[in-house]
């Protein structure tokens, strides 16, 4: 389809001047207004494309599922609930040239509770006691409406499953997740450059359960 040969290129040319040290906004206005992309797309560039150098250091960090059984684990809540919950609502998800899927929905500071909600903090859980890591931390962003409701629910899920662990709502989760002892459970850029080893249970998820559509980016590199 056009439409997915104008992303690719647009792709391919905001990775070349990446790669060349040329300003992340500017570029992505330029390739965007060279292919005459729409905002949406123009998203999914912001959260999927990144400089090679960027893009292999982030992969080198990735775990597989079956790594991470026996392992602590620090989750960043909305994170990781969004991307799912996106994905069960049918929204746009990618998978970023950095290997790591990320949703385009930018809902995090108005994340409101709704039927996906539910689907997807079970979802996550029964995962999680799948692959049987020794321990379980979630954090969520306390500023968001009912954080402190919602780590409630984790904490009670996690003992309903029998997975040691919690769950709080903190104002700022990257304080807890960046120093944190184990392995980190997210897929912000930010997170993800200041730790040593990460797990993508959300992309985990969207591939082999929820079995979602995506636009893999990472084709194209």
């Known amino acids: 389809m056009e439409e997915d040969k104008s992303l690719r290129d647009a792709a391919a040319d905001l990775r070349y001047l990446l790669s060349r040290g040329y300003p992340r906004e500017a ?26 150098r960027v893009a292999s250091s982030r992969k080198n960090k990735l775990l597989f599922p079956w790594e991470v059984k026996g392992r602590r684990l620090a989750v960043d809540g909305y994170n990781v609930l969004i991307t799912v919950e996106s994905a069960l609502k049918g929204k746009v998800v990618l998978l970023s040239d950095d290997g790591l899927m990320r949703d385009i929905s ?61 769950a709080q709502a903190v104002r700022v989760p990257e304080k807890e997740i960046i120093p944190f002892k184990g392995v980190v459970v997210s897929s912000d850029g930010a997170i993800v450059d200041q730790v040593k080893e990460v797990f993508d249970l959300a992309g985990h998820l969207i591939r082999e359960r929820i079995k979602a559509p995506y636009i893999d980016l990472l084709s194209m590199t």
Do not use: C
């Open 27 to 52: 570029s992505i206005t330029l390739v965007g207004n060279r292919y005459n992309l729409p905002r949406e797309r123009r998203e999914i560039l912001r959260r999927g494309v990144f400089s090679p």
């Open 106 to 166: 930018g809902v995090s500071g108005g994340h409101r509770w709704e039927e996906e909600t539910e689907r997807a903090w079970e979802m996550i859980v029964e995962e999680l006691r799948e692959l049987g890591p020794q321990e379980v931390q979630f954090y969520f962003d306390s500023p968001i409406s009912r954080s402190g409701l919602l780590a409630k629910k984790m904490e009670e899920l996690l003992r309903e499953k029998g997975i040691e662990g919690g």
